[in-house]
Every structure is written in C-alpha cells, then in structure tokens.
C-alpha cells in the first residue's frame, strides 16, 4: 500500500511546531498532506509552512484561516492540537477565576474558535476530518495537580462529540484523541528538574511520576509518535465510518472500562 494515501489533501497542525503536534505534522506531510503548522513563536527550523497565530485569540484564528482558505482554497484536516496545562495545582481552593477563565479559553474555546472559521469550507465540500486532542486526566483528573486542565478538557469532549453529531450527515468526521503520559521535551524537563530537586536518578524519578498517576500498565510513557499514529489512522480513508469517538493512547492507563 502506498504511503502517500494522504496527497492533495491540506491538513492544519495547531501547536505543531514541538511535542505532539510536531509528530502529527511530520507523518501527515510523510503520508503525502500538505501541512501548515500554526504557533504563536515561528521554530528555528521550520520543517513545514508556518503561519504565526495565538489560538487564545480569535482574531489571529480568523486572519489564519483567511490566509489558508486564500492560498489553497479548503482544508481536509484540521488538528486542534494547541492546549496544556496552565492552571496551579493545590485543589479546588487554589486557582482563582481567572485562571480558571484562562485555562477554558486555551484548552477550548481555543478550538471552538478554530473550528467556526475552518468548518464551513468542510461543510461546503461535503468532506473533511476533525480531531481535537484532548487527556485521559479528563476522565481521571488528579486534583492535587491539574484540576482546572482535567475538567475544560472534559468540556472539549463533551464539545466535541456534539460537533460530530451535528456535521455526521455533512460529510465532517470529528474525533477525539487522549493521550495519557508522552515523553515531550517538557515532560522531559520536569522529570529531570524533579530528579535534581530530589537528588534522585531520573530512572527513578520517572518510574515515581508513573506510579503517581496510578501506574501505567505498559509500564512506560508514549512517544510522540505513538500518538500521532492513531491520529494518521482517524484522519485516513481507513476510518471513514468513525466519528464521534475517542481513542485513547494511554498504555492501559485509564484503569476501567472506557
Ligand atoms: N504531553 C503530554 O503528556 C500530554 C498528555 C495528554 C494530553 N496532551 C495534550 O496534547 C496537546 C499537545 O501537548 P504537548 O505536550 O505536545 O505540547 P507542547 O510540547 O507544550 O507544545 C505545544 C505547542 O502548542 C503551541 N502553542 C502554545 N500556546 C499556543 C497558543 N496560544 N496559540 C498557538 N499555539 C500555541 C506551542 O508553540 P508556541 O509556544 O511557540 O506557541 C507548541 O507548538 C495538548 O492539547 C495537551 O493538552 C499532552
């Protein structure tokens, strides 16, 4: 088969200039896609086209799909990848509304917005897919730590599945995709910060990070890849009957029956 299965299509990669979204973009571009990647700092070498643009602001989201609809005149993929956590830990005490508000408009209206201005050239040419990558913390927040990230990525998928109901008869797939724990160049640093600050090996400061978010049954962290093969798979022909799901890659870590 083929590896280019993806050629004449023009795929979007938000955040797609590091982590996750980096390795989505560059198997979309090696399956054929054309790919634009959209971050708000350009990298220093740009492995696709970049256009600057903060999906915090809606502004910058409507002058990056004005750009992208002039030059190529639709879109067949759209990765809503841009999103983290920004919010303190310490439980429901600690952050204040603000931060509450900041962690909503990054994680989902970020791609509510992106999606009202891609959508529509979708729905004009009766095809096109959607994913928004979202986390297993979601359905398994930890509130000492990420209480405000895990709950808007809960909205996002409630967002998102209603999406994919209401464009199902349109031609649009929309899905959603949770990784749980990846080894990104940040999830790297904290480990190696954490390690010094407790003068232990970064072996064991990893194995401790697992076991603090209830183990990994694989026993390991993902790649980057890893993710971005199940989204390869979600926006191919392959999976022309899948919408209105969520895939988890997660190496068992979401411990029931999803
Ligand atoms: N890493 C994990 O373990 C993990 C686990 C579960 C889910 N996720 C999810 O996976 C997605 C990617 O995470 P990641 O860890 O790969 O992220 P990352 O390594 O921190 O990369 C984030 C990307 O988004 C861009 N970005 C940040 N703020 C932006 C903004 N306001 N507007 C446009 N682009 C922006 C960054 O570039 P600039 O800084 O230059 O803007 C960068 O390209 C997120 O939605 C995250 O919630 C990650």
New binding site residues.
């Given amino acids: 088969m083929s590896n280019q299965k993806l050629t004449g299509n023009i795929a979007l990669v938000?955040?797609?200039?590091?982590?996750?979204?980096?390795a989505i973009a560059d198997q979309l571009s090696a399956q054929g896609a054309t790919v634009i990647?959209?971050?708000?700092?350009?990298?220093e070498l740009p492995d696709h086209e970049f256009i600057k643009?903060?999906?915090?602001?809606a502004e910058?989201v409507d002058a990056l799909a004005e750009k992208i609809i002039r030059k190529y005149g639709k879109i067949d993929i759209l990765i809503n990848?841009?999103?983290?956590?920004t919010g303190p830990g310490g439980g429901y005490q600690t952050p204040t509304d603000e931060q509450w508000m900041n962690e909503f408009n990054?994680?989902v209206l970020?791609c509510i917005r992106v999606d009202r201005a891609f959508i529509p050239s979708m729905v004009a040419q009766k095809s096109g897919v959607v994913i928004h990558?979202?986390?297993?913390?979601a359905y398994k927040p930890f509130h000492q730590f990420n209480l405000t990230?895990a709950t808007v990525?809960s909205a996002l998928n409630t967002y998102s599945k209603g999406l994919a109901n209401e464009l199902a008869s349109s031609g649009v797939r929309v899905n959603l995709v949770?990784?749980?724990?990846?080894?990104?160049?940040?999830?790297e640093l904290f480990i190696e910060n954490k390690a010094k600050e407790s003068n232990t090996s970064v072996e064991q400061t990893t194995q401790e990070f697992i076991e603090s978010a209830g183990g990994i049954p694989m026993g390991r962290?993902a790649s980057?890849g890893e993710?971005a093969n199940v989204v390869s798979f979600l926006v191919s022909d392959a999976a022309s009957y899948v919408t209105g799901s969520n895939y988890y890659v997660d190496g068992g870590l979401f411990p029931v029956v999803q």
């Fill in positions: 938000t955040g797609g200039t590091k982590g996750i979204g980096k990647v959209t971050a708000r700092n350009e990298p643009s903060n999906v915090t602001n910058s990848n841009a999103g983290g956590l990054f994680n970020s990558i979202t986390t297993v913390s990230y990525k949770s990784p749980g724990i990846i080894n990104t160049e940040m999830t962290m980057t993710v």
